[in-house]
């Protein structure tokens, strides 16, 4: 079946515009979760999704982000007021975490987001 | 916060090589997980080993995990030109049912010189 898709691959933006970036997991994965990833670094936790609802909102940078999931499905990481500190590459993954906590993550290949 | 930290930080090895790489982190975990990431791409992962196992095989991979000194460590065994990527760590340090949260390092970044 079809793995994590993220939409737009690629997304330039001027300094002060609001983003949306789109994610759409593997069908009946349970757990969601949003990574950023700057050049040269691991990941950075952002937020994660159990179902519709997100029980850690602590790795969210600023209050000008925000992220939301709709019908245990597509979720939507949402940048306002971009600044060039926000260019990075934003990574989304998923899990099957019905099983318990030892199941892998299964990413996408993110969107690549830079603020000019 | 950063929990993994990784050495090398690079690594570069001829084709047919072992190569091993080291992961060290700072709380207790539940799983410590190993992923594999291509330029351009987003991470595979290769292996999960929990915490109360010491030793896990997959193919050419052979991960080891000392909780008592907090460390994993990655060996790939006779290299390969595709094996040249960034492999990183990451632990989940949450206990439960419910979703992970991991934590991953910097990454080791390898390459195999055919």
């Known amino acids: 079946g079809a793995g994590v898709s993220q939409s737009p691959s690629n997304k330039v933006t001027e300094k002060g515009k609001d983003v949306e970036l789109r994610c759409d997991p593997i069908?009946?994965?349970?757990?969601l979760y949003w990574y950023r990833q700057r050049l040269g670094q691991g990941l950075e936790f952002l937020i994660y999704f159990q179902g519709n609802s997100a029980p850690d909102k602590s790795g969210l940078p600023s209050d000008r982000f925000s992220a939301e999931r709709t019908g245990e499905s597509v979720s939507t990481l949402t940048i306002q007021r971009t600044q060039q500190e926000d260019s990075a590459v934003y990574l989304c993954?998923?899990?099957?975490?019905?099983?318990?906590?030892?199941?892998?993550?299964?990413f996408g290949d993110g969107t690549r987001l830079s603020i000019l | 916060s950063q929990q993994g930290e990784e050495d090398p930080q690079a690594l570069s090895i001829q084709e047919g090589e072992n190569a091993t790489m080291n992961c060290s982190y700072k709380t207790s975990i539940n799983n410590l997980q190993w992923y594999r990431q291509n330029s351009g791409r987003g991470l595979v992962h290769l292996i999960l080993i929990r915490s109360n196992e010491r030793e896990k095989h997959s193919g050419r991979l052979r991960v080891t995990l000392d909780t008592s000194k907090k460390s994993s460590s990655l060996l790939i065994t006779a290299s390969r030109a595709a094996d040249t990527a960034s492999y990183f760590c990451a632990t989940d340090a949450g206990w439960g049912q419910g979703a992970q949260k991991l934590v991953f390092g910097q990454g080791t970044r390898l390459t195999i010189n055919p």
């Open positions: 069908s009946g994965h349970t757990a």
């Open positions: 993954a998923s899990s099957a975490s019905r099983g318990g906590r030892n199941q892998p993550q299964h």
